[in-house]
Nanobody, 122 residues
Framework: VQLQAFGGGLVQAGGSLRVSCAAS????????MGWFRQTPGKDREFVGS???????TYADSVKGRFIISRDNAKNTVFLQMNSLKLEDTAVYYC?????????????????WGQGTQVTVSS
């Protein structure tokens, strides 16, 4: 499966942004999906995950502000980001796992998109 993340951009602190991850090649409903983010010099950080069955889990840093959803008909996964903070600035990556659960570790994912930049300004 090929993944492409898009929809990033510049947003003011407190604002909202939705990034998307479109899949091609295979049906996305066969995969658990995850979102990660990375800033220069740091490891890729877990943001959230959704299983094949719709179970979701989030990093504590985004819980209550970010929401993952999936539209299997459109073969797309979304990350709705609300109440954005300066520290949410990062490149956001989507990933697909052949597993069926939610996963927090990068090693559990088999396919990765290219990333989309999200910048939160004051």
């Amino acid at each position: 499966v090929q993944l492409q993340a898009f929809g990033g951009g510049l947003v003011q602190a407190g604002g909202s942004l939705r990034v998307s991850c479109a899949a091609s090649g295979r049906a996305l409903n066969q995969y658990a999906m995850g979102w990660f983010r990375q800033t220069p010099g740091k490891d890729r950080e877990f943001v959230g995950s959704v299983s094949n069955y719709g179970v979701r889990t989030y990093a504590d840093s985004v819980k209550g502000r970010f929401i993952i959803s999936r539209d299997n008909a459109k073969n797309t996964v979304f990350l709705q980001m609300n109440s954005l903070k300066l520290e949410d600035t990062a490149v956001y990556y989507c990933a697909a796992s052949r597993g069926v659960k939610v996963y927090r570790l990068t090693r559990n994912y088999d396919y990765w998109g290219q990333g989309t930049q999200v910048t939160v300004s004051s």
